[in-house]
């Protein structure tokens, strides 16, 4: 099992690692050891490519 099996596209996510740290998207795209997941950036949508580790399930 790939760690990135633990997510599902259109599930709710924070980013706890990386330039966009509390940042809260949705996974647009899950690939075996990344993840694409859209955030709001200046009131504008935009994809970032991160890896499993960088996540964690919102609440």
Do not use: C, K
């Not at 050891?33 to 609440?59: D, F, K, M, N, W």
Request: charged share 20%; no cysteine; aromatic share 8%.
């Amino acid at each position: 099992m790939t760690p990135s099996a633990a997510f599902r596209e259109g599930d709710v996510v924070r980013i706890i690692d990386g330039p966009f740290v509390n940042f809260v998207g949705t996974v647009a795209e899950v690939w075996p050891h990344t993840i694409r997941v859209t955030v709001g950036v200046a009131g504008r949508p935009t994809s970032v490519e991160l890896q499993p580790y960088q996540l964690e399930r919102s609440r």
